[in-house]
């Protein structure tokens, strides 16, 4: 089975370096061959190629304000959600607004895992319990019930309402999928034998039940059920396949509705806009669900590798950046331009003048938008630029395709660093490295 699993990675590596040479005859012909572009020059080819209206356009995790072409006095919902965007709950009501384009502001607000809860926040849930959404005055919590109230007030995201009848074993089988997801994942095999199994059987009943839609969809039509099923299977393929070297969606497993739905999934922008990447979700769930279990087998331990260190182009979530490299390599480098001092300050290896990293991050930039032919960065640079690769969130930071492709451009060129370096081992109990106070000073400005 390993040796499958590296000839197949071997093949997908050599298609994405195919397609990575056919992307890089788009990318900007006039980027010179030498370190370090300045910051001006940076942002000057990182321009998006079209009008960026974070109130308007695509969904981003960084807008605090949603209209969809309506006027901003009409505003009648206020999301509250987590500041990092890791909460599933959070993810499955925003993913709702934004596919049923309901106008709503944002408030953003810490996870204990990360951080201490807003004392505002308390006044408005005293139990600090996250998603809640102001509707016309009133407070309301819990995601589903969240959800059938958005319904009441705009209507149903498909052909029933989320409370229907009709859908109450769909919704009983999402609860067993969560159960079974985090049954085998937190626990050790051999702790719970069947866990494996009784996940797998899970999926069997899934694969069964969209078989029988005419659609690649859990009804007629994309619904409220893709979106509420949509933020745990996110979290289910990336972990499993960290953990346990598993892959829900691979060709291994004889789900094709399963991996159909997922594909339809991915198709729509929505979705991939404010999905999150693997290497974000492996690292934001220990401390959620209070420890993830490896398998420690060696096909585990390759899918673990490849998730921590690349090539990110051969993970199963790499067609996040099928179609798009252009735009997001762009993206990426605009992201870290905007907050490029908050990033030097959080900058751990404080040993090296901060002018060392500042140039050597400029070089990984310059080598992202190159594509090829990496050049490397100042001496001793490798553990900030490491650093770096290991805090990039996704969609918090940017979206999920251009947060690969930059861990993979930071990656390269730290590994061109003879000097090496690397952080410390990311935390399991909480994620309290995650410093986000330098960030939030540039909040109020242009978000993108």
């Known amino acids: 089975m390993l040796r499958n699993f590296f000839h197949k990675s071997a093949l997908l590596k050599q298609t994405r ?22 910051w001006d020059t940076l942002k000057a080819l990182s321009a998006p190629t079209y009008p960026i209206d974070p109130a308007n356009g695509p969904a981003n995790a960084q807008s605090y304000l949603r209209l969809f072409g309506q006027s901003e006095k009409d505003v009648q919902v ?4 987590d500041l990092f965007a890791w909460c599933p709950y959070c993810h499955k009501v925003w993913l709702f607004l934004e596919e049923k384009k309901i106008s709503y502001r944002v408030q953003k607000v810490s996870m204990f895992c990360y951080g201490e809860k807003e004392a505002w926040y308390k006044k408005i849930v005293p139990s600090g319990m996250l998603p809640a959404i102001e509707i016309k005055g009133s407070i309301v919590t819990e995601s589903d019930t969240i959800i059938s109230r958005l319904e009441q007030e705009y209507g149903p995201l498909g052909p029933f309402p989320l409370m229907h009848p009709e859908l109450l074993s769909l919704r009983r089988l ?28 899970v999926l069997s009943e899934l694969d069964n039940i969209l078989s029988q839609s005419p659609g690649p969809f859990f009804q007629s039509e994309f619904s409220n059920m893709d979106t509420l099923f949509a933020p745990f299977f996110e979290r289910a393929h990336a972990s499993l396949y960290y953990y ?10 004889n789900f094709p509705h399963l991996r159909a739905w997922n594909a339809a999934m991915q ?9 999150a990447d693997f290497f974000t979700h492996v ?9 993830c279990v490896e398998t420690g087998s060696a096909l585990q331990k390759a899918c673990k590798q490849m998730v921590n260190k690349g090539p990110w182009s051969d993970l199963p979530d790499a067609v996040i950046t099928d ?13 870290v331009a905007k907050h490029k001092d908050a990033i030097k300050v959080v900058n751990p290896d404080q040993s090296n003048k901060q002018d060392n990293f500042d140039v050597s991050l400029r070089i990984a930039l310059s080598n ?12 001793g640079a490798a553990l900030g630029l490491r650093h770096l690769r290991d805090q990039i969130s996704s969609p918090r930071d940017m979206s999920a395709g251009a947060a690969n492709l930059l861990r993979q451009a930071l990656e390269s060129t730290a590994a061109l660093d003879l000097n090496g370096g690397e952080p410390a081992a990311l935390p399991v109990k909480h994620r309290r490295d995650q410093n986000s106070q330098p960030f939030q000073r540039t909040i109020s400005s242009s978000v993108m």
């Open 17 to 38: 370096k195919h397609s990575s040479k056919n992307m890089r005859s788009l990318l900007p012909s006039t980027i010179p061959d030498t370190p370090g572009l300045d």
């Open 78 to 81: 206020t999301l509250f959600r």
């Open 174 to 201: 999402e609860r067993s999928f969560f159960q079974a997801w985090c049954g085998w994942l937190c626990y050790k095999d051999d702790v719970r034998e069947s866990s494996k199994a009784e996940f797998v059987a």
């Open 244 to 253: 346990k070297g598993f892959d829900m969606f691979g060709d291994e497993l």
């Open 267 to 275: 198709s729509r922008e929505t979705v991939r806009l404010i999905r």
């Open 283 to 291: 690292h934001d769930l220990p401390p959620q669900l209070g420890g």
């Open 323 to 335: 179609g798009n490299e252009d735009d997001l390599r762009k993206e990426a480098v605009r992201r």
């Open 368 to 379: 992202l938008l190159r594509g090829s032919d990496y050049l490397p960065p100042l001496s």
